[in-house]
């Protein structure tokens, strides 16, 4: 496995790779790997002859007072994930890599990342979308890998690609849980004792959005309402956002009745988590 922190060693190895007519996955990441990371670096290595991940903590898609000193980081420890994994090259640029001084040019998206998360993340997903792109020019792989969590990540990925004409399949891999229904991702580090046994009431309020739903619920409203109030009761929780929106388009739904997705950001003390389910 080869660590790089160079577009150029990159794109020299991608060469190399694609004379000899050989596949490539790619799975960006922030880094701090966990099980969630795993399965998509497995997943990547079942349909490819060779896996990047890269590992960049993307500065544009943090806003002003989030958590862009504070996001955990740990390469040695990513890199014997990776290694064991039988990763191939671990991309890790410096932002001044990825980013010139005076870089101006960015890739947006008029619809689809003004709700949900964009509602409180204004900028966030201009930079996931900025970052992503650059990483596919970079990498040029056939296939990229994503997390179901992010699924307005997801969609807005997606319909880039689709858009922009980006000749990478993407592909979307389910959430990975832990044993007692938290969803799994690297910002659950900052979370106390306490605060975890908090978090559960993101994957509870969710299971019992689906219960009532499948009781045959079709009013949004009211399963929301069923999901909130659980959420409510937890102390140290706090709602940033619980919606029901059609999983194309991100935009609210009124009646369930396509294919929808129920989604959610939560704070748990000082930790916003997100979390979702599709009916
Ligand atoms: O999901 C993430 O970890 C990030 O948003 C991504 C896709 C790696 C872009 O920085």
């Known amino acids: 496995m080869k660590t790089l922190g160079r577009i150029a060693e990159v794109r020299e190895s991608i060469k190399e790779w694609k004379k000899q007519g050989l596949t490539v996955g790619l799975v960006p990441t922030m880094g701090y790997l966990h099980a969630g990371h795993k399965s998509l670096i497995d997943?990547?290595?079942?349909?490819?002859?060779k896996v990047v991940v890269s590992i960049f903590v993307n500065p544009i898609q943090f806003g002003v007072n989030e958590d862009l000193d504070a996001y955990p980081r740990n390469l040695e420890r990513d890199s014997k994930?990776?290694?064991?994994?039988?990763?191939?090259?671990?991309?890790?640029?410096?932002?001044?890599?990825?980013?010139?001084?005076?870089?101006?040019?960015?890739?947006?998206?008029?619809?689809?990342?003004?709700?949900?998360?964009?509602?409180?993340r204004p900028s966030?997903?201009?930079?996931?979308?900025?970052?992503?792109?650059?990483?596919?020019?970079?990498?040029?792989p056939d296939k990229a890998y994503f997390g179901k969590k992010d699924a307005q990540q997801l969609a807005i990925i997606k319909r880039m690609?689709?858009?922009?004409?980006?000749?990478?399949?993407?592909?979307?891999?389910?959430?990975?849980?832990?044993?007692?229904?938290?969803?799994?991702?690297?910002?659950?580090?900052?979370?106390s004792a306490e605060e975890r046994k908090a978090a559960l009431v993101l994957s509870k309020a969710l299971a019992e959005g689906r219960k009532v739903f499948e009781g045959g619920e079709k009013n949004a409203t009211v399963v929301l309402d069923t999901m909130k109030a659980i959420i409510e009761k937890e102390p140290l929780a706090r709602i940033d956002y619980v919606k029901i929106v059609d999983s194309?388009?991100?935009?609210?739904?009124?009646?369930?009745?396509?294919?929808?997705l129920v989604a959610m950001a939560v704070f748990v003390g000082k930790t916003r988590l997100i979390d979702n389910i599709s009916f």
């Open 161 to 191: 690609v689709r858009d922009l004409n980006i000749d990478t399949e993407v592909i979307e891999c389910p959430i990975v849980r832990e044993q007692d229904g938290l969803a799994l991702s690297s910002r659950n580090a900052y979370l």
């Open 124 to 140: 966030h997903f201009r930079g996931v979308c900025t970052v992503v792109n650059k990483l596919f020019n970079i990498v040029t």
């Open 248 to 260: 194309d388009t991100i935009e609210d739904v009124e009646a369930i009745d396509g294919k929808v």
């Open 81 to 120: 994930l990776c290694e064991d994994a039988g990763v191939d090259i671990i991309f890790h640029p410096l932002a001044s890599e990825m980013y010139f001084k005076d870089f101006c040019t960015y890739t947006d998206m008029d619809s689809l990342t003004h709700n949900l998360c964009g509602m409180s």
């Open 43 to 49: 997943k990547a290595h079942e349909e490819n002859d």
